[in-house]
T-cell receptor
């Protein structure tokens, strides 16, 4: 158990819909990262928040947005969903915000868009 | 843009055989990290290498960081069925700053036949 929690575990929805994925980082970690993992694909970095502020942005679509709240939990909002958005979405956390930090991953949310 | 490449994509071995996966970055890395993802699981941090030419061992696993800090390898001696999973290497983006995100390779999926 990494100490990172993600809800829900599974999500099935229809095209055009909007969903929210939630992540609670490990106690004491200030950074939260969101990654997308499609079938047989690696981990695509989406976005990072550090202590409530956006710190880095990857290949995140305009239909996707995220935020980190004062209690440091984070939410990833996916809207106007398409079939291709079906994937595993991982949240990870780390203590600080530098490239040498170890990242601790949550169990992931499996999103299926029908 | 900056890329981290891994080969092979898949490796099937007989239990007891050795296994090696290679990681190459298009740019020099300040450090490289290795993660393992078991089937149905989430990535778990294995190790971080920082120094040029560094070699670290964890039981049957040997990790190397190249002299130019652009490549790395993970070697498993005498594989066991518990080694099954996907092994990812990852490094921080070259643009530095205070971003903490990592660029992941696509991973090497290891299967072990008992």
């Amino acid at each position: 158990d990494s100490g990172v929690t993600q809800t829900p575990k599974h999500l099935i929805t229809a095209t055009g819909q909007r969903v929210t994925l939630r992540c609670s980082p490990r106690s004491g970690d200030l950074s939260v990262y969101w990654y997308q993992q499609s079938l047989d694909q690696g981990l695509q970095f989406l976005i990072q928040y550090y202590n409530g502020e956006e710190r880095a942005k990857g290949n995140i679509l305009e239909r996707f947005s995220a935020q980190q709240f004062p209690d440091l939990h984070s939410e990833l909002n996916l809207s106007s969903l398409e079939l291709g958005d079906s994937a595993l979405y991982f949240c990870a956390s780390s203590v600080q915000s530098w490239g040498g930090d170890t990242q601790y991953f949550g169990p992931g949310t499996r999103l299926t868009v029908l | 843009g900056q890329q981290v490449m891994q080969i092979p994509q898949y490796q099937h071995v007989q239990e007891g055989e050795d296994f090696t996966t290679y990681c190459n970055s298009s740019t020099t890395l300040s450090n490289i990290q290795w993660y393992k993802q078991r089937p149905g699981g989430h990535p778990v941090f294995l190790i971080q290498l920082v120094k040029s030419g560094e070699v670290k061992k964890q039981k049957r696993l040997t990790f190397q960081f190249g002299e130019a800090k652009k490549n790395s390898s993970l070697h498993i001696t005498a594989t066991q069925t518990t080694d099954v999973g996907t092994y990812f290497c990852a490094g921080p983006p070259n643009y530095g700053g205070s971003q903490g995100n990592l660029i992941f390779g696509k991973g090497t999926k290891l299967s072990v036949k008992p």
